[in-house]
């Protein structure tokens, strides 16, 4: 007898044919069905609101979100304050890379009757009861700041731990993005970028709304950057801008020209998808739950300029609690040598460090001690240093985003003088299915857990079972540990080719 429970994961997955900005993310995440109300926060510390309408882009109704100042918040700027590159995908723009500082006041009043009003109709919006005025949209608005003081900014809207560690994280990869193409650095940068206020409003908003939709796993298709040239303070460039470029070196989706002459992706759109979302060729194989569309500001002829989400659940991507009598396995089961595999790009940092001083018990703590501040992979390998002396090299994979504090960690624990950082780009990796198998070994029930591995396009080509959970069987029953891993792996595979 084999039962199965299994906990179905959601799946959220952009589509990347017309690109992406900060708000055509946020419009399709609330029309995908997260709450505007959570960007309260936002909205009081910035002194702005989000207005949210329905448009309609070649015969596509789709969400519509304008980020606008507050009426009763009063901003004062020096006459030559620079206006950095707009958020709005589709308004005339220019891209400011003058890095100045202006001096400039924010003041802010809030409103005692600051209330939410939205409903699900054609003509829903969030706007705080007050009217809106295009003019009063703050693309580029708000002073040139550090990055310091943008996550200043950030700690102080009293976000959960999680939201406000994800949101500066998408800041570090915006802003060392721009200290790049700039050749400076980012903590010595004053940066329009960065700082202006609907950047702020689309990274920390684009966060709270997909905590609110609780989603297991974002995808995105190609990204679509447009082509074409854009004005910026030193002349004209080439669509994809700069930033762009650099921010999807780091990501794991692809980039691609066209298909209109416009600028379709937005350094704040590539820096929120390159942090939430790991790229797909096509999209993956899910029961659709709910399609929404976010609109750009572009009108197209031949394409409707929209952001699709589509929302749903993943029968392949579960933790599976399996149930099955070991006498009844085959273990001749394999997978087809004719299979190909195809699998996902995930952007890495290779850090390393020789050590010829660490004693056993600190070399032994370093898998846990990194792993718990980001580290993928900890490996450690005997070889000998100067003066033939003993030592050790350790190895650690990181995402791009937790190398600096992974580094940290490592010498602190070590007490090393120096750690390298390798120019690794991404490493392949395999999806990974967990099952729990339930051997009936002597009339007695035993659990064992499987990983189960596979490519992109869900052809599974390996199963491991976990050696703790058999050695553990193994001990109560007498059998040697590689027949019941044998056994557990063999259930696994023959529960995974009666569903195919």
Do not use: C
């Amino acid at each position: 007898m084999v039962t199965d429970r299994e906990r179905i994961m959601s799946l959220l997955v952009f589509d990347g044919q017309m690109g992406a900005s900060g708000d055509m993310i946020l419009a399709a995440l609330i029309s995908a069905g997260a709450s505007p109300d959570v960007l309260s926060p936002i909205e009081d510390a910035l002194g702005i609101r989000y207005v949210i309408d329905t448009e309609t882009k070649g015969g596509i109704a789709a969400t519509r979100v304008r980020i606008v100042v507050d009426s009763e918040t009063t901003h004062t700027h020096s006459e030559n304050q620079s206006i950095g590159h707009k958020r709005d995908q589709g308004q005339a723009h220019t891209h400011d890379e003058s890095w100045t500082n202006e001096q400039h006041t924010h003041n802010t009043t809030e409103s005692d009757d600051h209330t939410h009003s939205y409903d699900g109709d054609d003509t829903k919006s969030h706007n705080h009861g007050h009217d809106h005025d295009e003019s009063d949209e703050i693309e580029g608005h708000g002073p040139t700041r550090s990055y310091k003081e943008v996550i200043e900014i950030v700690e102080g809207m009293g976000l959960d731990a999680d939201v406000e560690s994800t949101a500066r994280k998408i800041f570090n990869q915006l802003g060392t993005a721009e200290a790049a193409v700039h050749g400076t650095s980012l903590s010595s940068t004053q940066f329009h970028e960065v700082g202006a206020d609907d950047a702020i409003a689309d990274i920390v908003g684009a966060v709270l709304l997909l905590t609110d939709l609780d989603i297991d796993q974002v995808y995105v298709t190609p990204v679509s950057t447009g082509s074409g040239e854009i004005t910026m303070s030193h002349g004209s460039f080439s669509v994809p801008p700069p930033a762009v470029v650099e921010i999807a070196g780091e990501a794991t989706w692809s980039l691609r020209g066209g298909p209109v002459e416009a600028e379709l992706l937005t350094p704040t759109g590539a820096a929120i998808l390159a942090h939430i979302a790991e790229g797909v060729r096509t999209l993956p194989a899910l029961d659709v739950t709910t399609t929404s569309y976010g609109a750009g500001g572009y009108d197209f002829e031949e394409y409707p300029n929209v952001l699709r989400a589509i929302v749903g659940r993943s029968p392949t991507s579960t933790v599976s609690d399996v149930s099955i009598d070991a006498s009844s396995v085959d273990e001749s089961q394999s997978v087809s040598e004719t299979d190909e595999f195809t699998f996902d790009r995930e952007s890495i940092v290779v850090l390393e460090t020789n050590l010829d001083d660490a004693t056993p018990e600190v070399l032994g703590s370093l898998q846990k001690t990194l792993t718990d501040v980001g580290a993928l992979d900890v490996t450690i390998v005997p070889t000998a240093m100067k003066k033939s002396r003993p030592g050790h090299l350790i190895k650690v994979i990181v995402k791009p985003d937790d190398a600096s504090g992974v580094a940290q960690r490592l010498a602190a624990e070590t007490g090393t003088l120096g750690i390298r950082e390798h120019p690794a780009r991404h490493r392949w990796r395999a999806d990974r299915k967990l099952q729990t198998i339930t051997l009936t070994v002597d009339d007695n029930e035993y659990e064992i857990t499987v990983k189960i591995a596979s490519d992109g396009d869900g052809i599974v080509y390996d199963y491991s079972a976990e050696y703790d959970d058999a050695l553990a069987v193994a001990t109560t029953t007498g059998r040697p540990v590689r027949e019941i891993r044998r056994q557990a792996e063999a259930a696994a595979r023959s529960i995974v080719s009666s569903d195919s």
